[in-house]
């Protein structure tokens, strides 16, 4: 037995843990054959920490798991460019990782988060508000989240919003919103100066916002409010808010007509016109 190579000794198919097993200690120094046991090793091997990296797990099972430090971001694990202020170019199979509503954070010089509001096959089309753009620069340190709060990520991007049928003159803008899935909500004002002036009409813009869901385009819905606030006066007026084309929502009472400069009251400095929507994209 002694001289007995081995690959020529007898297999063993049902070790048990009190089985013993030839192994070299201190093969640096001076090698010395000892023997230890299979259940000695077993012990050794649970109590080292092993780190799997880009492995696949058949099947798991694991049981009472603890997930440590997760803050709710993936790496996307792949080479984002810039295309515009608004788009991104990825490596072909976005629509299978993306979708709207999700959240990614990147970094060129800062940190910058946004929105994805469209996904293509190769390019991602995001919106940071007036918060962020994407710069003509490397894209580095890139991650994505379909949860609903990673940390870091706004509570609400900030944006001007645009009021159709007023003039601006020395007045204020306004404008908040967040996404959640496919779903932007938006908060808006226009604080009146004493330039500013509103017309016929009066209706908020979705300019710079998602486009609307072809949800809205043969109906008519109710998708928020609109409120009017005379500085005079100690109650504010609410109205109706409904699309009435592809990116204008009209401020509508409940006869169904649209403000106007003297609709609900005559308008002028210090009076302030708010929104509040909501709308699938």
Excluded at 144 to 169: A, E
């Amino acid at each position: 037995m002694a001289d007995t190579k081995i690959n020529d000794l007898v297999a063993l198919t049902t070790p048990v843990l009190a089985d013993v097993v030839a192994i070299v200690d201190d093969t640096t120094g001076t090698p010395v054959t000892k023997k230890i046991s299979l259940d000695t090793i077993d012990d050794y091997l649970k109590a080292t920490t092993k780190t799997l990296s880009n492995k696949t797990l058949t099947s798991p099972v694991i049981t009472t798991p603890t997930v440590q430090n997760y803050d709710g971001w993936q790496d996307a694990n792949e080479t984002w460019a810039y295309a515009s202020a608004s788009t991104i170019t990825i490596p072909a199979g976005g629509a299978a990782k993306y979708a709207k509503g999700d959240k990614i954070k990147l970094t060129q010089t800062t940190v910058k988060y946004f929105y994805v509001v469209g996904v293509a096959d190769t390019v991602l089309t995001v919106t940071g508000g007036s918060d962020y753009t994407v710069a003509n620069a490397a894209i580095t340190l890139n991650y994505y989240s379909h949860v609903s709060s990673p940390i870091g990520f706004p509570k609400v991007f900030n944006f001007t919003p645009t009021f159709i049928f007023t003039t601006l003159g020395n007045g204020t803008l306004t404008g908040q919103f967040y996404i959640d899935n496919n779903e932007i909500h938006v908060s808006a004002s226009f604080l009146l100066g004493s330039t500013s002036a509103v017309a016929a009409g009066l209706s908020f813009s979705t300019t710079g916002l998602p486009t609307q869901s072809s949800l809205y385009t043969s109906r008519i819905y109710s998708i928020g409010r609109g409120t009017g606030k005379d500085a005079g006066a100690p109650f504010a007026v609410g109205c109706d808010m409904q699309f009435v084309d592809s990116t204008r929502i009209r401020f509508v009472d409940s006869s169904g007509a649209a403000w106007s400069n003297v609709v609900p009251f005559t308008w002028a400095e210090g009076d302030t016109l708010m929104c509040r929507l909501s709308y699938n994209f």
